[in-house]
């Protein structure tokens, strides 16, 4: 059954209630609004139906939301209430099940303390095809077509959810995506072209080139997860020029600013960082970059504050490659870590001034934490 042919029978189920007005086109209408979306653009731009009984994603219909849509398509109150009783009884005997593009992102990426994970996505979904896109194709077909439309349509989280399918598949090529790095930190730009699902079925050795076209596409769309990924794989810079967002890692911006050579980004990140409790970024603030000294005592007192304290010393055995040395192992053992930093005294107020600040930004943290 295909997206048409559930809406074509939830109509012909309607009409066998009584329900003689609703046209066929306000089916979808419908049908999104029972599973919580405004309108059927919103549904399109958000979710997408998939091969899920309805009855086996634990959705509860929503009444409200489909007496509402009812009166705005103008059906008369008594086959409105027809619909509200009907519709959840078509779902839960004969419908899809509706799959949130966020939610299969984080199925597929184990993500199991995120919000947007619904366990039935990963048992229903994710598990059963192994990450092996033939068993998409023969198992999930409805959603990678939603999912195709969607991206077609300008959903930038439907890019990045087909990328991600795509993921495991596109690993395998892992020349290919050298080659695209070289270009992208030579050119600083990029181009994919699109490749469809029927492409890719006859020939499985096009995975890569969609699941490219799509990561950028999402990136290009502003996806944040997006362009943080085209950074790490591709060295892409776009990310840069976004403005600052809670999605963005701070430390893995303070690389990708400081591959493109963008120092007054590599200074802001860092400041980031530290004003999130990064005694690495502390330090180097402090030693490469020209701190000034009243700064430079405000991450002191808040590492000291974080019991991590910048003016001791901090030295280690390492191995030959930098690993903890291991006394049980034995051999060459080399001194690692890093030198306490000794800073000039500040005068009393302005001591008292960076005290305060630290202990703002400790609050913060701590604040920060509780939250996660």
């Given amino acids: 059954m295909t997206i048409k042919e559930q809406a074509y029978r939830a109509h012909a189920f309607l009409q066998a209630r009584g329900v003689t007005s609703l046209k066929r086109s306000h089916v979808h209408e419908l049908l999104a609004a029972a599973v919580g979306y405004a309108t059927h653009a919103a549904f399109q731009h958000d979710a997408t139906w998939c091969d899920v009984p309805f009855s086996l994603s634990g959705i509860?219909?929503?009444?409200?939301?489909?007496?509402?849509?009812?009166?705005e398509l103008g059906l008369p109150a008594d086959e409105s209430e027809r619909v509200v009783e009907g519709l959840p009884i078509f779902l839960h005997d004969a419908g899809y099940a509706p799959v949130r593009f966020d939610a299969l992102i984080a199925a597929v990426e184990g993500l199991e303390d995120d919000p947007d994970r619904h366990e039935w996505v990963w048992t229903r979904v994710v598990e059963p095809t192994h990450g092996a896109l033939d068993l998409y194709f023969e198992h999930q077909r409805l959603l990678?077509?939603?999912?195709?439309?969607?991206a077609q349509r300008g959903a930038p989280t439907a890019h990045?959810?087909?990328?991600?399918?795509?993921?495991?598949?596109?690993?395998?090529?892992?020349?290919?995506?050298?080659?695209?790095?070289r270009q992208v930190m030579r050119e600083g730009t990029?181009?994919?072209?699109?490749?469809?699902?029927?492409?890719?079925?006859?020939?499985?050795?096009r995975a890569e080139e969609k699941h490219r076209h799509h990561l950028l596409a999402a990136a290009r769309g502003g996806d944040i997860r997006a362009l943080m990924e085209t950074a790490e794989r591709y060295g892409d810079p776009?990310?840069?020029?976004?403005?600052?967002?809670?999605?963005?890692?701070?430390?893995?911006?303070?690389?990708?600013?400081?591959?493109?050579?963008?120092?007054?980004?590599?200074?802001?990140?860092?400041?980031?960082?530290?004003?999130?409790?990064?005694?690495?970024a502390m330090r180097e603030l402090i030693l490469d970059h020209d701190e000034s000294n009243e700064q430079a005592w405000v991450w002191m007192h808040l590492s000291r504050l974080l019991e991590d304290d910048l003016s001791q010393d901090r030295y280690e055995a390492i191995n030959e490659d930098g690993t903890p040395y291991d006394d049980d192992i034995g051999g060459a053992a080399y001194v690692g870590g890093y030198e306490g930093i000794d800073l000039n005294q500040l005068s009393g107020n302005a001591d008292a001034a960076a005290r305060q600040t630290a202990e703002q930004l400790f609050a913060r943290i701590n604040a920060q934490r509780d939250r996660s």
């Avoid at 509860?60 to 009166?71: F, K």
């Avoid at 990678?144 to 969607?150: H, K, S, T, V």
């Avoid at 990045?160 to 790095?181: N, Q, T, V, W, Y």
Wanted: hydrophobic share 45%.
């Fill in 60 to 71: 509860e219909p929503d009444p409200s939301a489909m007496q509402v849509r009812c009166r």
């Fill in 144 to 150: 990678l077509e939603g999912l195709e439309a969607a």
């Fill in 160 to 181: 990045l959810a087909i990328a991600k399918l795509l993921e495991s598949e596109a690993m395998l090529f892992g020349d290919e995506e050298e080659r695209m790095r």
């Fill in 190 to 205: 990029w181009t994919s072209p699109f490749v469809s699902f029927v492409d890719v079925e006859a020939n499985g050795l």
């Fill in 238 to 280: 776009a990310v840069l020029e976004q403005a600052p967002s809670d999605e963005m890692d701070s430390m893995s911006m303070v690389e990708i600013a400081g591959e493109h050579g963008n120092g007054e980004k590599v200074r802001y990140w860092l400041t980031v960082a530290a004003q999130e409790g990064d005694i690495g």
